[in-house]
């Protein structure tokens, strides 16, 4: 059974299986990596921690796992400029013996996956003050042990372990490895525990998925960040590029999305994939984002339609970064993706293939705070906002398959959410 710590102001895992209990006052801080909740604030200096304590024992022994965290550290040590190198993330620990000691750090800056003395370093280096989806992976049927930076494999080695231990306390934010100079300083948020070894693909997706809406008479995300949508006057149709689908066929009829942490952070890749089936195509905001919740303050109209019926989208370094594409027909499934990088940086897709080329190189220059989308209207930013090549407005029409992603997505991608 998989394992999550959501650290939503307390310390208990989702099933309430293995329930922590802090050390020294860790506390809270909003918003945590979903925008919706908090993550755990760990303070080094008050060496504080999280102890699992047993019983249940949590058993990793002689098993694939995979674990996952998002954190953003105050500081991070180095031994190359100061006198001590860990930040500890997870651990348990039998006794420092050679596979008996499962120490999750990232050492120097660098992530770190030990079972003592039987260890891998990677080689992607972390910065303070930055989001980072951390991955360890072991899968025990070819002894690997693999490390993940933002879903991108970062170091593996073999042959490692297996992991031994078969008893001990689990601790978030410190263990028994260079102690009492190894405590995380800043926060960590959504832990999570499958005993399983996740593939490239799959650690990738879980990565950089922020949200996926299929709009099956819900607007729940199926993502691993649950940032569930809200809707206005909206409705549901059977006849979904896939299954349902969202029909927005009244006006201020819109599904909004708060707090994005990625996507308000400045020169962050992102990615949009969405089908849509318009009856009208002169004009309309296929989706919006902005800092204030009525659709104003810092805000831009991402994707719409021109007031001749091609379809526009654009993005923002001090200046509108536009792609003005072909003219989509009314009543007939499209699907859209657009995709930002810093060295590409703007490209739209049209049904998988890429349409004319790419802007060329640029900076999103963010709010570098958590920002909010709406999705079929531009509500209050009409008029206010800049509206570049789109003319904003209410969108008429029925929508499927909604997905953001915190990378710039490849053709292939691409081409395989066009052809589901």
């Not at 990565?207 to 996926?212: K, Y």
């Not at 309309?284 to 919740?293: L, P």
């Amino acid at each position: 059974m998989p394992v999550l710590w959501a650290f939503d102001n307390n310390l208990h895992d989702l099933y309430n299986n293995f329930q922590g209990v802090g050390s020294n006052g860790p506390t809270y801080r909003s918003p945590g990596i979903t925008g919706y909740g908090t993550c755990l604030y760990l303070n080094a200096t008050s060496s504080q921690s999280v102890t699992v304590l047993t019983p249940p024992f949590f058993n990793m022994a002689l098993t694939s796992f995979s674990l996952f965290a998002w954190v953003k550290a105050t500081s991070l040590h180095n031994a190359a400029t100061g006198s001590y190198s860990d930040n500890a993330v997870f651990s348990q620990c039998q006794q420092t013996v050679l596979d008996e000691c499962l120490h999750i750090i990232v050492r120097n800056q660098y992530l770190y996956l030990g079972f003592y003395w039987d260890d891998i370093s990677g080689v992607t280096r972390l910065s303070t003050n930055t989001w980072y989806h951390i991955g360890y992976v072991y899968d025990y049927s070819t002894k690997t042990q693999y490390t993940y930076v933002n879903g991108v494999l970062d170091m593996s080695g073999s042959p490692r372990g297996p992991y031994r231990g078969t008893m001990g306390n689990l601790t978030i934010g410190t263990n028994v490895v260079n102690f009492p100079n190894n405590y995380w300083d800043g926060c960590i948020d959504q832990v999570s525990y499958v005993a399983l070894a996740k593939n490239a693909t799959e650690v990738l997706y879980e990565a950089t998925l922020t949200f996926s809406y299929s709009f099956e008479n819900n607007l729940l995300d199926s993502g691993a960040l649950g940032i569930n949508g809200t809707g206005t006057n909206v409705a549901y149709s059977t006849s979904g590029r896939v299954n349902n689908c969202l029909s927005l066929l009244s006006n201020s009829s819109y599904v909004q999305v708060t707090n994005l942490v990625l996507l308000g952070t400045v020169g962050q890749p992102y990615s949009f994939s969405i089908w849509i089936k318009p009856n009208t195509v002169v004009g309309g905001t296929i989706f919006h984002v902005s800092s204030v919740t009525a659709g104003i303050g810092w805000c831009i109209p991402m994707l719409g339609f021109t007031s001749s019926g091609n379809v526009g989208t654009q993005s923002w370094n001090g200046s509108f970064v536009s792609i003005t594409g072909p003219v989509v027909t009314t009543n007939v499934w499209t699907h859209l993706t657009v995709t930002y990088g810093p060295s590409n940086g703007l490209r739209l897709y049209v049904n998988g293939a890429q349409y004319g080329s790419a802007s060329g190189s640029y900076t999103y220059q963010a709010t570098g705070t958590p920002i909010l989308l709406l999705l079929g209207s531009s509500l209050s930013g009409l008029g206010v906002c800049k509206s570049g090549i789109i003319t904003m407005g209410q969108y008429n029409g029925y929508i499927d398959e909604f997905e953001l992603y915190s990378r710039e997505l490849s053709s292939a991608n691409v081409y395989s959410l066009a052809n589901p």
